[in-house]
């Protein structure tokens, strides 16, 4: 079967996940905010329905809803409306309105909005049309792109949820000049781990990338080029079942960081934070197995996006050791591994003994 992959569409990309049958455009530019109506074909909803937060909603909703009529949904930003009970707000929202099954549910937000509304979206009358409008640069070069929706349970992060992909995603760098710089840096960490897995060009683009003072052009092109790599993979893998694990890598030491940080308000660590720990770990466990070292590279990077390369708080070695084993991508048991072999080049399923991840770990706490 011949591999399908992502093309250049008028301003964007179109994603068609291998074996699927509906593939779905990502629209990238600055403004377009303004403009859903003329970039997408809303007509043809019976009603919509546009989920977003109480910091979004006096930025960023008037720009989005001024051409077309719709229901709002605001919720209160953080991870933690990751939930059963938002769930059952939007839920119970979009039934009270009548939401038929021809409804469409557009997400406004960071990937804390568009993960909790494409589950919501995805499984209300069992599935009714999503579209992101990812706001965070996290959001927009990572979370939105690939159907991965989802809550979290039980002090895990992501345990519930499903891969359903959305009918579009709208990308405008503009929204960004909003966001706090912590936040900014945040999705910095998921740009340098897409240069890391795929494309060492990339990297040293991201390197020479003066963030501080750059125009949105160059903004723009260095979230283009992140989403394309991110769009090559999950359409090649829409599924995760081989290549897709790569985008992975930073995640099942950050993972474990990120679920941490959770019960600890003073010390929690933004998504983008605990990944890039995560880096760290998992390129000191890619070293400890004797490929590249990318180590200090990586921790040069992380430095000059103002990213931690040292955990503070109280992270202990044992629980961050028993956090790795509850991730999702483990099978039978065993944690696996998506590791670097070189720079642009990922490997994954890679099994690790726990004695070389202990000592991995030790790097940053
Ligand atoms: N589905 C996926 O493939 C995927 C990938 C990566 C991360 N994620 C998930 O994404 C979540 C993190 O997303 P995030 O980093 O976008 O955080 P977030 O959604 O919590 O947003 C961060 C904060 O920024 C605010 N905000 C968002 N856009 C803004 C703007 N333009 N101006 C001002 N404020 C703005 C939000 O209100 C929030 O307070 C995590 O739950 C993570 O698991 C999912
Ligand atoms: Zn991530």
Known sequence: ???????????????????????????????????????????????????TDSNLEPLWLKNLTDAFCCYTIIINPGEAQKSIPSLETIWGQLNEHRFDRK???????????????GFAAATYKRGIDFIQVPTTLLSQVDASIGGKTG??????????????????????????????????????A?????????DRDYLAEIE????KNSDLARTEEIIRRSIEIKAEIVSADPLEQGLRKILNFGHT?????????LGHEKERLLHGEAVALGMIVEAEISRLLGYEDQVAKICD??????????????????????????DKKNVGGTTRWSLLEATGKAIFDIEVKEELVKEAFMRVI
């Not at 409804?103 to 509304?117: P, R």
């Not at 709208?170 to 999705?187: A, M």
């Open 1 to 51: 079967m011949a591999k399908m992959h992502p093309m250049k569409s008028n301003q964007g990309l179109h994603i068609q996940p291998e074996n699927q049958r509906r593939g779905y455009d990502i629209h990238i530019g600055s403004g377009f905010i303004n403009h859903l109506s003329d970039i997408l074909n809303l007509k043809d909803y019976s009603s919509i329905a546009v989920l």
């Open 103 to 117: 409804a469409v549910l557009i997400n406004l937000g960071g990937g804390v909005i568009g993960d909790l509304g």
């Open 151 to 188: 809550i979290n349970f039980a002090g895990i992060k992501n345990l519930v949820g499903s891969i359903t992909q959305p009918t579009a995603v709208v990308v405008d760098p503009l929204v960004l000049k909003t966001l706090s710089d912590r936040e900014f840096c945040s999705g910095c």
């Open 190 to 198: 998921e740009i340098v781990k897409h240069g890391l897995i795929r």
């Open 208 to 211: 020479d990338w003066d963030f």
């Open 253 to 261: 030491a950050g993972h474990a960081f990120e679920a941490l940080s």
């Open 301 to 326: 990077l992380i430095s000059k996006f103002n990213l931690p390369t040292k955990a503070r708080g109280p992270f202990e070695l044992d629980s961050l050791i028993e956090r790795t084993r509850s």
